[in-house]
């Protein structure tokens, strides 16, 4: 599927800014994309604490979605996503979220300790059932089990009769650049495996493994660089997925979900001080997450939308950083580079951190005008500090694949999270 042209101009009629924007069709062309290069032998996993909104058109061929907290259960219960899908992750499990997903008959529960593992067991005892687990292994954080600990369970799996030790979940980190270091892991990895197999004799049936595949959010081209570390995994990923009696699963949420995402934002304000030119949006930092942000030191791509003299947004051929050696570097005829063009963009918080971009270049920037930025896919509709200052929380659109545009969250206040006013008793 090929994503539709996206004509924001069309859009801003609908959308009050700040917003979020998710493209349907992006989702499932990076989602396509990912599957050609690992081919059918491997799984895709699409974790959805990126962006839980995605789970609405998630694509078919996502055998699994990765569930992180209680609250991820109850969106996936309200949207009616196959339990059998459910891998229930997790560095903090109660006993009521290992019941909770029990009850939804999660097709899958990861064990991050011991003692989740005993949690498990227990709650199986008690149904009469058997329950799927995958042991999480360790790697250089708090999450999941170190490998002795591993080793001791796999070698006394009878202490654990009502749990089915399907596999091994192993995740490292996230915004790897470099494909060698994902290769060497994997090398290490079935190092590790073949060592455990030779001690315990387990073999898993299962292995999920995130990636953390880097997404490039100040490239001039994000798709290109994004596909060429893709591919340059692709072969060592069908290899590791080829072992006979194994299911490999690949586990990614930024990589899937950021180039479908769009944040819209309105300029409300321009001024000067000093000799620097600000420009104060009606969003904010606490909205816009991109991982590297560097207090706005590097510019994203952008799409600059103003009015014409009909008041219809269109679109103005230029949006990019004034630094030459940036591969942001503004390519439209527009004249020369003035320095009244450079703006820093900043958000309505009241706080010196809430820096967007710094020294981007927008000619004719005027309040009013409207700032798309790309690649907010991931993590910024929920990892900004949504109730700082208690700003509203921004709009949520998705953007089918068919090209209708459906509103999935309005404008929602956050002050009465903050107000220890009480009522009459």
């Known amino acids: 599927m090929q994503p539709l042209p996206i004509d924001f101009s069309s859009l801003t009629e609908n959308i009050h800014t700040p917003a979020y924007l998710f ?12 599957a050609e290069a690992f081919g059918p032998q491997v799984g895709l996993c699409f974790s959805i604490k990126a962006n839980p909104f995605l789970l609405s058109f998630l694509p078919d061929i996502f055998s699994n979605v990765e569930v992180c907290s209680p609250g991820e259960l109850e969106i996936c219960k309200a949207l009616c996503v196959a339990p059998e899908k459910i891998i229930f992750s997790g560095v903090n499990k109660r006993r009521a979220d290992v019941e909770a997903a029990l009850d939804y008959r999660c097709g899958v529960l990861t064990a991050e300790s011991l003692r989740h593992l005993e949690l498990i067991e227990s709650c199986a005892e008690e149904r009469g059932e058997k329950v799927d687990v995958l042991l999480r292994l360790a790697s250089a954080s708090q999450f999941g089990m170190d490998e002795s600990i591993l080793r001791e369970i796999l070698g006394n799996q009878e202490k654990w009769p009502h749990v089915h030790l399907a596999g091994i979940h192993y995740f490292t980190g996230t915004q790897k650049r470099k494909p060698v270091k994902i290769i060497e892991e994997l090398d290490a990895f079935e190092a590790i495996l073949g060592s455990i197999a030779e001690e315990t004799g387990y073999l898993p049936e299962r292995v999920e493994y995130g990636t953390g595949l880097a997404v490039d959010y100040f490239a001039e081209d994000p798709e290109q660089e994004e596909m060429k570390r893709l591919t340059a995994i692709a072969d060592r990923i069908r290899v590791f997925g080829a072992v006979k009696g194994r299911r490999l699963t690949v586990e990614m949420g930024r990589f899937f979900a950021a180039p479908c995402g ?28 991109y991982d590297g942000q560097l207090s706005g030191m590097q510019v994203p791509k952008l799409t600059h939308l103003k009015k014409d003299a009909e008041g219809v947004y269109r679109e103005y051929p230029c949006t990019a950083s004034a630094d030459e050696n940036n591969s942001n570097a503004c390519t439209a005829s527009v004249g020369e580079k003035k320095a009244e063009d450079m703006v820093t963009l900043c958000g309505s918080l009241c706080t010196t951190m809430d820096v967007l971009a710094r020294g981007a270049y927008l000619p004719d920037l005027a309040e009013g005008d409207i700032l798309v930025f790309h690649e907010t896919g991931a993590y910024s509709v929920s990892e900004g500090m949504a109730a700082f200052l208690s700003r509203d929380l921004p709009e949520v659109w998705l953007l089918g694949a068919d090209g209708k545009l459906l509103l999935v969250r309005e404008r929602r206040q956050t002050w009465g999270w903050n107000c220890a006013a009480r009522g009459d008793d």
């Open 23 to 34: 493209s349907e069709s992006m989702f499932q062309k990076r989602a396509d994309a990912v």
């Open 262 to 289: 769009f944040y819209l934002t309105r300029v409300e304000d321009l001024k000067v001080n000093g000799q620097v030119k600000y420009a104060i949006l009606d969003g904010g930092l606490h909205q816009l997450k």
